[in-house]
C-alpha cells in the first residue's frame, strides 16, 4: 500500500508480521512465477524477475521457495495462468484506489474486488477514472536513525534521485524507474541500510483526511483489499496525520 509517505513503512512492517508472512509469501511467489513465464529464469535479463526477487528477499522469502517459483514459472507446462489486472476505484472521501491483480479468474475477483469496495463506503470505477492521478517511481526509504540526511540526499542526488523528504521516521527517495536500479545499487555499496525498496506507484497530489472515522473507512478498505488472494499491490492518495494512523493502529 502506499498512499501518504509514511504508508510504505507501515505496509512493511504489516508485511513483516509473523502472521501474515505464509500469505506475503504466496503472492509474491505468484510474482515471480509470472515474472519469470514471461521474461525468463535469468534476473539478469528480466528485470520483472529481478524486482520480484528483490520483493522476496525483503519479506525474508525462504532461497528455496524463490527459486521453486522461478522454476515453476520458466517451465511453462500446466501452471496456472495468472493474468494481471488492475481494479481503479475511489474510498470514502472521494480517496483514489488502485489495487493490481494477478488472477486465474476475473469472473471470481472482480465481483469480489466490487464487494470489498460497496461494503466500505467506496465505489469501484472504470478502467482509467484514477490511474491517471498515480506515477509510477522508484521508491526507497531509509529510516532517519542509520542516516545523515544531508549526507543521504547528496548521495542519493548524485545517483539519479528526484526527491528526498524526511517523514519523521523515515527519509523516502524517489527517482525515475529508469534510476532505480543504479541509486539501489550505489546507497547499498555506500552501506546505508534500506528499509524499503521496490518500483511504485506515486500518487501526484494527495487528499488530507483529518477526521478519525472516515480515515478508519479508507483504512478498512485497504486493508481488506490487501488480504485478498489475488491482490499484490494496493494505491492511493490519502494523507492521513500519523497521530490518527498511530491510534488506529493501536
Request: hydrophobic share 40%; proline share 4%; charged share 25%.
Amino acid at each position: 500500500m502506499s498512499g501518504h509517505s509514511h504508508w510504505a513503512g507501515i505496509k512493511h512492517k504489516k508485511a513483516a508480521n509473523d502472521a501474515k508472512r505464509g500469505k506475503v509469501w504466496s503472492k509474491i511467489a505468484r510474482i515471480i512465477i509470472v515474472a519469470a513465464k514471461n521474461g525468463g529464469p535469468d534476473p539478469g535479463q528480466n528485470l520483472a524477475l529481478r524486482y520480484a526477487i528483490d520483493k522476496a528477499k525483503q519479506a525474508n522469502m525462504p532461497k528455496d521457495t524463490i527459486e521453486k517459483a522461478v522454476k515453476k514459472g520458466a517451465g511453462g507446462g500446466d501452471s496456472i495462468a495468472f493474468v494481471p489486472v488492475l481494479y481503479e476505484g475511489y474510498a470514502h472521501g472521494g480517496v483514489a484506489i488502485m489495487a493490481e491483480a494477478l488472477t486465474d479468474n476475473r469472473n471470481r475477483t472482480g465481483p469480489e474486488i466490487r464487494k470489498i469496495f460497496d461494503h466500505h463506503g467506496g465505489s469501484l470505477g472504470g478502467t482509467g477514472c484514477v490511474s491517471y492521478m498515480f506515477t509510477k517511481k522508484g521508491l526507497i526509504t531509509v529510516q532517519t536513525k542509520d542516516a545523515n540526511e544531508d549526507a543521504l540526499m547528496e548521495i542519493a542526488l548524485g545517483a539519479g534521485a528526484e526527491d528526498m523528504q524526511n517523514t519523521g521516521e523515515v527519509f523516502e527517495i524517489t527517482c525515475d524507474p529508469i534510476a532505480y536500479e543504479g541509486l539501489k545499487k550505489e546507497l547499498d555499496e555506500k552501506k546505508i541500510p534500506i528499509q524499503v525498496a521496490e518500483v511504485s506507484m506515486i500518487p501526484q497530489n494527495s487528499i488530507p483526511i483529518s477526521e478519525e472515522t472516515a480515515a478508519k473507512k479508507i483504512l478498512s478498505l485497504i486493508e481488506e483489499l490487501e488480504e485478498n488472494d489475488d491482490i499484490q499491490n494496493v494505491y492511493a492518495n490519502f494523507d492521513i496525520p500519523d497521530e490518527i494512523i498511530a491510534k488506529l493502529q493501536g
